[in-house]
């Protein structure tokens, strides 16, 4: 049974940074593309970030580029997500999930999905 479990996630504020993980069980990261979205009240999912099963390759959404990282440790089996220079504007639900596709940016590519973590951003 693949699990994803999201975690790192709290308050932080303007400028200041987080790191969130996504720790997986019953699958192995290192196969398959793993990716971050995030969802806000009211908004759709959006793509933020994914890491290629290299681990070599990663491709970020317009809106963080520049400030978010993802890396994997492969001997943890667990996918990170290194978050900078926060905004208010990155308050949302942040999820992570995995993917067969190499280069997947629509939700509907992923099979599996973690439950979320909370990150808000104060002014």
């Known amino acids: 049974q693949v699990q994803l479990v999201e975690s790192g996630g709290g308050l932080a504020q303007a400028g200041g940074s987080l790191t969130l993980s996504c720790a997986a069980s019953g699958v192995s990261l290192s196969s398959y593309t793993t990716g971050w979205f995030r969802q806000a009240p009211g908004q759709e999912r959006e793509f933020v970030a994914y890491i290629r099963p290299s681990g070599h390759n990663m491709y970020y959404g317009e809106s963080v580029k520049g400030r978010f990282t993802t890396y994997r440790d492969s001997a943890k089996n667990t996918v990170y997500l290194q978050m900078n220079s926060l905004k208010p504007e990155d308050t949302a639900v942040y999820y992570c999930?995995?993917?067969?596709?190499?280069?997947?940016?629509?939700?509907?590519?992923?099979?599996?999905w973690g439950q979320g973590t909370q990150v808000t951003v104060s002014s």
């Open positions: 999930a995995t993917a067969k596709l190499l280069s997947a940016t629509r939700q509907g590519l992923y099979d599996n």
